[in-house]
């Protein structure tokens, strides 16, 4: 159907998005609105109870502030929602082997209780936000869909089991779609200094001087504002085409090194780049040529957009004490949380 502006959507009117208070959260949430759909946000708030602060008041938004484990609490939220966009995780390596027992309950057990929450409740859509770290490394010169799955670590192996959980569900009136993203960049009311172009931006900014650990390990990227648009999709593409379906999305495939002369490049010419031995190697180059065939989605924002978001973010003082503030830093986050 179509709304008054002409829009084409799907019927999904009322949308939860769990982590809407994240790094790629707060970016999808105000979007949504805009786009004419209610939005339940469940978020435990670890990053700041101001995140959304843009759109507060919105008569279109509900905020839940509350833990996805409790149970009694996802039902509640899930009433009268249509589709589910799943984001909220401990999203990163070190975060989750501070706790791997912590990281287990909220990545996988909570996603096999949101997941059947969700369709006892009616959802007709199941969106999960899975990672390209899942493929573990590859000496394919582009990681499809169809390679094994070798996740290295237990943040990727619990995202890998959570995949099959979400296909599992599957049922008729419950579809389910799954995202592989690459590392999201660019500039967000809840930001990340913790992810290579953004940490690269930042030290450029602030000290005119970029480290790079190692530099010919390809990393692939995503602007978050393709990450949104994508999401946005999710909403819209007919059941059909999605259903059941797993999608990579990382346009950006860039040396380490070369990210490095793109921020420069961005930044300032005085900028300098040290280079200094490292024990990651892992290197990888994702495909998204299923995604554009497909489904016709492409990236329209490269890294130098991400680049020049983040350091105009920087220059207006919207990253106060980006340095030492833990808010913008996981890791320093959960150790300083008690969250168990």
Same mark, same amino acid.
């Given at each position: 159907?179509?709304?008054?502006?002409?829009?084409?959507?799907?019927?999904?009117?009322?949308?939860?998005?769990?982590?809407?208070?994240?790094?790629?959260?707060?970016?999808?949430?105000?979007?949504?609105?805009?786009?004419?759909?209610?939005?339940?946000?469940?978020?435990?708030?670890?990053?700041?109870?101001?995140?959304?602060?843009?759109?507060?008041?919105?008569?279109?938004?509900?905020?839940?502030?509350?833990?996805?484990?409790?149970?009694?609490?996802?039902?509640?939220?899930?009433?009268?929602?249509?589709?589910?966009?799943?984001?909220?995780?401990?999203?990163?390596?070190?975060?989750?082997?501070?706790?791997?027992?912590?990281?287990?309950?909220?990545?996988?057990?909570?996603?096999?209780?949101?997941?059947?929450?969700?369709?006892?409740?009616?959802?007709?859509?199941?969106?999960?936000?899975?990672?390209?770290?899942?493929?573990?490394?590859?000496?394919?010169?582009?990681?499809?869909?169809?390679?094994?799955?070798?996740?290295?670590?237990?943040?990727?192996?619990?995202?890998?089991?959570? $995949?099959?959980? /979400?296909? !599992?569900?599957? &049922?008729?009136?419950? +579809?389910?779609?799954?995202?592989?993203? =690459? #590392?999201?960049?660019?500039?967000?009311?809840?930001?990340?200094?913790?992810?290579?172009?953004?940490?690269?931006?930042?030290?450029?900014?602030?000290?005119?001087?970029?480290?790079?650990?190692?530099?010919?390990?390809?990393?692939?990227?995503?602007?978050?504002?393709?990450?949104?648009?994508?999401?946005?999709?999710?909403?819209?593409?007919?059941?059909?085409?999605?259903?059941?379906?797993?999608?990579?999305?990382?346009?950006?495939?860039?040396?380490?090194?070369?990210?490095?002369?793109?921020?420069?490049?961005?930044?300032?010419?005085?900028?300098?780049?040290?280079?200094?031995?490292?024990?990651?190697?892992?290197?990888?180059?994702?495909?998204?040529?299923?995604?554009?065939?497909?489904?016709?989605?492409?990236?329209?924002?490269?890294? $130098?957009?991400? /680049?020049? !978001?983040?350091? &105009?973010?920087?220059? +207006?003082?919207?990253?106060?004490?980006? =340095? #030492?503030?833990?808010?913008?830093?996981?890791?320093?986050?959960?150790?300083?949380?008690?969250?168990?």
């Amino acid at each position: 159907m179509a709304d008054g502006n002409g829009r084409t959507m799907n019927d999904f009117g009322h949308v939860l998005v769990t982590g809407g208070a994240g790094y790629v959260g707060a970016v999808l949430v105000p979007r949504l609105l805009v786009e004419g759909y209610r939005v339940t946000v469940l978020d435990l708030y670890l990053y700041g109870n101001d995140v959304l602060k843009g759109v507060a008041g919105h008569p279109g938004l509900t905020e839940i502030k509350g833990d996805l484990r409790d149970r009694a609490l996802v039902a509640r939220a899930l009433t009268g929602v249509d589709a589910v966009v799943h984001l909220a995780c401990i999203s990163n390596d070190p975060s989750f082997e501070l706790d791997p027992a912590l990281g287990r309950s909220i990545n996988y057990d909570a996603l096999v209780d949101l997941v059947r929450l969700s369709r006892d409740a009616g959802v007709k859509r199941f969106v999960y936000a899975s990672s390209s770290s899942v493929y573990g490394i590859k000496d394919d010169p582009n990681v499809t869909e169809d390679l094994p799955l070798q996740p290295l670590t237990d943040y990727s192996k619990y995202k890998a089991l959570g $995949e099959q959980v /979400v296909l !599992d569900a599957r &049922a008729p009136g419950f +579809a389910t779609f799954i995202v592989r993203p =690459a #590392t999201v960049c660019g500039y967000s009311p809840r930001l990340r200094l913790d992810l290579t172009v953004n940490i690269l931006t930042h030290h450029a900014v602030d000290k005119r001087r970029i480290t790079v650990f190692g530099g010919d390990q390809m990393r692939p990227n995503i602007h978050i504002q393709d990450m949104v648009d994508f999401y946005v999709q999710a909403l819209r593409w007919p059941t059909e085409r999605i259903d059941g379906k797993v999608y990579n999305a990382g346009y950006h495939n860039y040396r380490v090194r070369d990210i490095a002369e793109v921020v420069r490049g961005v930044v300032g010419p005085d900028v300098e780049i040290a280079a200094t031995p490292t024990d990651d190697n892992r290197s990888y180059h994702i495909s998204s040529e299923r995604l554009r065939r497909d489904l016709g989605f492409e990236a329209r924002r490269g890294i $130098e957009d991400a /680049v020049r !978001d983040l350091a &105009a973010a920087f220059d +207006a003082g919207l990253v106060p004490d980006a =340095a #030492t503030d833990n808010r913008y830093y996981n890791i320093r986050t959960m150790k300083q949380v008690d969250l168990h």
